[in-house]
Nanobody
Framework: QVQLRESGGGLVQAGASLRLSCAASGRTVSSYAMGWFRRAPGKERESVAAISRGGGVTRYAGSVKGRFTISRDNAKNTVYLQMNSLKPEDTAVYYC?????????????????WGQGTQVTVSS
């Protein structure tokens, strides 16, 4: 079992950058594919990005492609989400999640472990 804890959220202006971190404890994060998801006010939770267990394969939602980058440092047991050129529509609670699989996907049901989330608010 792995415990996940997100950090790095905050309030920023449109166009700014933030880097979210997801620190894992318990089992090593290298055992899991990892994903970032978000839930905006009044909307369902959606996939943002995912990364394979080894880090060599990534995938992004169309709305963030080219602006967000997911990465992982297995030695530090941490996964990151670099968010650039933030827009007000990126405002949401961001969650990291771990899937007991090789490849990261956008299918939430494949993720067994979830963090508590970190709030990102982008003002216009």
């Amino acid at each position: 079992q792995v415990q996940l804890r997100e950090s790095g959220g905050g309030l920023v202006q449109a166009g700014a950058s933030l880097r979210l971190s997801c620190a894992a404890s318990g089992r090593t994060v290298s055992s899991y594919a990892m994903g970032w998801f978000r839930r905006a006010p009044g909307k369902e939770r959606e996939s943002v990005a995912a990364i394979s267990r080894g880090g060599g394969v990534t995938r992004y939602a169309g709305s963030v492609k080219g602006r967000f980058t997911i990465s992982r440092d297995n030695a530090k047991n941490t996964v990151y989400l670099q968010m650039n050129s933030l827009k007000p529509e990126d405002t949401a609670v961001y969650y990291c999640a771990a899937a007991n699989s090789l490849m990261g996907t956008d299918r939430q049901y494949e993720y067994e472990y979830w963090g508590q989330g970190t709030q990102v608010t982008v003002s216009s």
